[in-house]
């Protein structure tokens, strides 16, 4: 059965706290989803670091369930490598990639995002009253590969320039609580390019 909520809240730092705190004052159902990419903060955000706080939340009767992401790509976002590597590609033009193509990179496709979050909703009544999951895809690949993917799939005739300028570390993401408890089960990189550049409408050859 669907489960139904007055208030959805989306974001799990002190103003997402603060907004779920005025729903559970009026008496709604009330659920907040937080997500957070690139950072260690827990529950609550930058608020668990300030030493006062004034009119703090303090504990209230909701779920807080946080979801963190490494890269997110999709049509309609501009910006990162995949969007990078994908409009140099689809012109012929030479791919630069830092590190020499060596950091693995850890890149989900947006309907996986949204297919997380929805087995949040399905799964509510397993999880505590404070969740943390990592979500991601299973199969990281280096810069290299990612450039050397799409520009295949492009039928592209640009060149991949290693460079020897630094990017950051590895990124790679254990998900396998989300599989154990929320059944997620994401698409690898290469099935979720193909869903990319069929969604740019940029599969034909070039």
Same mark, same amino acid.
């Given at each position: 059965?669907?489960?139904?909520?007055?208030?959805?809240?989306?974001?799990?730092?002190?103003?997402?706290?603060?907004?779920?705190?005025?729903?559970?004052?009026?008496?709604?159902?009330?659920?907040?989803?937080?997500?957070?990419?690139?950072?260690?903060?827990?529950?609550?955000?930058?608020?668990?670091?300030?030493?006062?706080?004034?009119?703090?939340?303090?504990?209230?009767?909701?779920?807080?369930?946080?979801?963190?992401?490494?890269?997110?790509?999709?049509?309609?976002?501009?910006?990162?490598?995949?969007?990078?590597?994908?409009?140099?590609?689809?012109?012929?033009?030479?791919?630069?990639?830092?590190?020499?193509?060596?950091?693995?990179?850890?890149? /989900?496709? $947006?309907? &996986?995002?949204?297919?997380?979050?929805? !087995?949040?909703?399905?799964?509510? %009544? +397993? *999880? =505590?009253? @404070?969740?943390?999951?990592? /979500?991601? $895809?299973? &199969?990281?690949?280096?810069?290299?590969? !990612?450039?050397?993917?799409?520009? %295949? +799939? *492009? =039928?592209? @005739?640009?060149?991949?320039?290693?460079?020897?300028?630094?990017?950051?570390?590895?990124?790679?993401?254990?998900?396998?609580?989300?599989? +154990?408890?929320?059944?997620?089960?994401?698409?690898?990189?290469?099935?979720?390019?193909?869903?990319?550049?069929?969604?740019?409408?940029?599969?034909?050859?070039?």
């Amino acid at each position: 059965m669907t489960e139904k909520y007055d208030f959805l809240i989306l974001g799990g730092g002190g103003s997402g706290l603060a907004a779920g705190m005025y729903g559970a004052r009026l008496n709604l159902k009330t659920l907040i989803l937080g997500a957070t990419s690139g950072t260690e903060l827990p529950i609550g955000g930058v608020i668990t670091t300030t030493d006062i706080v004034e009119n703090y939340p303090g504990k209230r009767n909701f779920k807080s369930v946080i979801l963190r992401y490494p890269s997110i790509y999709g049509k309609g976002q501009y910006g990162g490598i995949i969007h990078y590597y994908y409009e140099r590609a689809k012109k012929n033009q030479e791919i630069e990639v830092f590190s020499e193509g060596i950091p693995l990179r850890n890149v /989900i496709y $947006v309907s &996986d995002v949204v297919k997380a979050n929805m !087995l949040i909703l399905e799964n509510k %009544d +397993k *999880l =505590n009253q @404070k969740e943390l999951f990592m /979500i991601g $895809v299973v &199969d990281s690949r280096s810069m290299k590969e !990612l450039a050397q993917i799409i520009v %295949d +799939k *492009l =039928n592209s @005739k640009s060149k991949i320039n290693l460079i020897s300028k630094k990017t950051f570390n590895n990124v790679q993401i254990d998900i396998s609580k989300a599989k +154990k408890i929320l059944n997620f089960e994401p698409r690898e990189i290469s099935e979720g390019i193909d869903l990319y550049i069929k969604d740019m409408g940029e599969k034909e050859e070039i």
